[in-house]
């Protein structure tokens, strides 16, 4: 079996093209197959190499991914070669119709209640007529004929029709001999070896084109499944006005690739709350237990799966992600965060003198000298001692030590803190916050 994710280098990587990447994958994985990669860079003043580079940089990070890479913009020759192949079996035609013929096409079979599809003008060009236009420097597109309806078997959706009515003769080579997205998709995965294609159900009719271009070329097509869009808290279609969307975004935000790949499993793959890693994903990921109800994204839950991958991760795994972090503040941190950005400010923060100048009134100096006193005896159950020796309540004692060591009323686990503090630090702290009381 073979799968593949085709993203086009037009914008960053988000979480529903990695929903698709993540599906494909785990297909492949789950029966020992393939998982291939493909640039769609057909549109080249929409394509940019920084974009390339990032949704590259994007699938390393996700699902690990460091295979050879195919673009489209490599293999142009290939493409003009099947459609000039189609336009001597007469299964396509030259159509030299501007943009303001066809704006005008369009609006006039509207206007009568029509479907906005080519009347197949063209189609009936002489050779003559042919080479006269050409010879005026007229430079044609090149249109597939698109006879009869589609029907075929969608992996999640069932049985599929799509009528002609709804596809009409559509382009495969532009004017600049570029193939369009349908015509280059079909021949790279044929000659790829493509077997399984999942991606979203905005595809449908793209599929449906792609179904008929596969029977004209003589070509077994691979089974598809359409995966419902991902909607936002307002139930319309997930995009940039949601909030963070982007695999860039979200690895900046301290998201973990295995909660990020589990959440979207989540999402309508057919399994419920579930932690899984990788492996567990593959081994309970069934194209057939994929929803049709289209899932809504929830940042919220989606922090709650990092959060529970967090607490469960290896240290030197998340070290791995972040060399910045250190071996003992992950143990001891990793429990109390949501994110690795969380994580990574929480061990700045404690590492960093604080800032101790607003707790002047806020700190008990009885507390403090009693503390100072008690680290003569060394960490282990410190706090403990404190407490007991000090005439102020449990809340107060821990407040007051708090404040001295980061300089905030609210964080970690004030023993997961001293635990993480040598006791020179905590001591030059402690003194320092004594000092502001003259």
Known sequence: MRTRFAPSPTGELHVGNARVALFNWLLSKKTGGEFLVRIEDTDPERSSPEFEASILEDLRWFLNFGGEVVRQSERLSIYQEYAFRLLEEGKAYFCFCT??????????????????????????????????????????????????????????????????????????????????????????????????????????????????????????????????????????????????????????????????????????????????????????????????????????????????????????????????????????????????????????LLKEEPNLEGIRDEVNRTVLQTALEELEGGKENWIKRVVERSSSSPKEVFLSLRLSLTGKKQGPSLEKVVLYLDEETIRRRLERALALGG
């Open 99 to 348: 943009e303001e013929e066809l704006e005008a096409l369009r609006k006039k079979r509207l206007s009568q209640g029509l479907p906005p599809r080519y009347d197949r003008r063209c189609l009936r060009l002489s050779q003559k007529e042919i080479e006269e236009l050409k010879a005026s420097g007229r430079r044609p597109t090149v249109r597939f004929k698109a006879e009869g309806d589609v029907y075929f078997e969608d992996m999640v959706f069932g049985p599929r029709h799509i009528k002609e009515d709804d596809l009409g003769d559509f382009i495969i080579l532009r004017k600049d001999l570029w193939p369009t997205y349908n015509f280059a998709c079909v021949i790279d995965d044929h000659l790829m070896g493509i077997t399984h294609v999942i991606r979203g159900e905005d595809h449908l009719t793209n599929t449906a084109r792609q179904i008929l271009l596969y029977k004209a070329l003589g070509w077994i097509p691979p089974q598809f499944a359409h995966l419902p869009l991902l909607l936002g808290s307002d139930r319309k279609v997930l995009s940039k006005r949601h909030g963070a969307t982007s695999l860039r975004e979200l690895r900046q935000m301290g998201i973990l690739p295995q909660a990020l790949a589990n959440y979207l499993l989540h999402l309508g793959g057919g399994i419920g709350e579930e932690i899984l890693d990788f492996d567990g994903m593959i081994k309970v990921f069934e194209i057939t237990k994929i929803e049709r109800s289209q899932p809504v994204f929830d940042f919220k839950k989606l922090l709650w799966f990092n959060r529970e991958h967090l607490k469960r991760a290896e240290a030197s795994s998340l070290i791995a992600l972040d060399p910045e972090l250190d071996q003992k503040g992950v143990k001891l941190f990793k429990d109390e965060v949501n994110a690795l950005s969380e994580l990574k400010e929480l061990i700045r």
